[in-house]
């Protein structure tokens, strides 16, 4: 009732040359078509391709093999690059984040003084005090600061 076709078995030829090559289309599965095309990407890399025995342009498995390596030696190093810059995210955020000031407890507020008083005068004693002429001569520094004087408008 059913025949099964007859089977029609090809003798190997011999030419290990078409098995030696990889379809640039198998290629395209795994690498990501470059934008230039195969011909100019393929050219700069000085890797040839040739069309197999159904016309198809095609690359050889080692040169296939390289670029395969170079995409991964790719992702390693912007892994790499990533994860570093992430790092230096998170040291820039744990800087900025020790720079803000946190305020003052509520314990080391006096009695019956206003809280934004006490503030401002906590972040004025947290500047720097500039130092007077006679401090500067008496550190044996070398060098004194000078310190000019504000401009006036009186003399309009």
Same mark, same amino acid.
């Given at each position: 009732?059913?025949?099964? !076709?007859?089977?029609?078995? /090809?003798?190997?030829? &011999?030419?290990?040359?078409?098995?030696?090559?990889?379809? *640039?289309?198998?290629? =395209? %599965?795994?690498?990501?078509?470059? @934008?230039?095309?195969? @011909?100019?990407? %393929?050219?700069? +890399?000085?890797?040839?391709?040739? !069309?197999?025995?159904?016309? $198809?342009?095609?690359?050889? +498995?080692? #040169?296939?093999?390289?670029?395969?390596?170079?995409?991964? @030696?790719?992702?390693? +190093?912007? $892994? @790499?690059?990533?994860?570093?810059?992430?790092?230096? =995210? /998170?040291?820039? #955020?744990?800087?900025?984040?020790?720079?803000?000031?946190? &305020? *003052?407890?509520?314990?080391? %507020?006096?009695?019956?003084?206003? !809280?934004?008083?006490?503030?401002?005068?906590?972040?004025? #004693?947290?500047?720097?005090? $500039?130092?007077?002429?006679?401090?500067?001569?008496?550190?044996?520094?070398?060098? %004194?600061?000078?310190? !000019? *004087?504000?401009?006036?408008?009186?003399?309009?």
């Amino acid at each position: 009732m059913f025949r099964s !076709p007859a089977v029609e078995e /090809v003798a190997p030829t &011999g030419d290990t040359l078409s098995d030696d090559l990889i379809p *640039l289309s198998h290629l =395209a %599965l795994d690498l990501a078509v470059p @934008a230039a095309g195969w @011909a100019d990407f %393929l050219g700069r +890399r000085a890797i040839t391709f040739v !069309p197999d025995d159904l016309g $198809r342009d095609c690359g050889r +498995r080692q #040169d296939a093999r390289r670029l395969l390596d170079e995409q991964r @030696a790719d992702v390693l +190093r912007r $892994r @790499a690059v990533a994860r570093q810059q992430e790092q230096e =995210a /998170v040291e820039a #955020d744990r800087v900025r984040r020790a720079s803000i000031w946190k &305020g *003052l407890p509520a314990d080391q %507020l006096p009695v019956g003084v206003n !809280p934004s008083t006490v503030m401002l005068q906590a972040a004025k #004693d947290a500047r720097p005090k $500039r130092r007077t002429p006679l401090e500067e001569a008496l550190s044996n520094s070398g060098t %004194l600061t000078y310190h !000019p *004087l504000p401009a006036s408008d009186e003399a309009s």
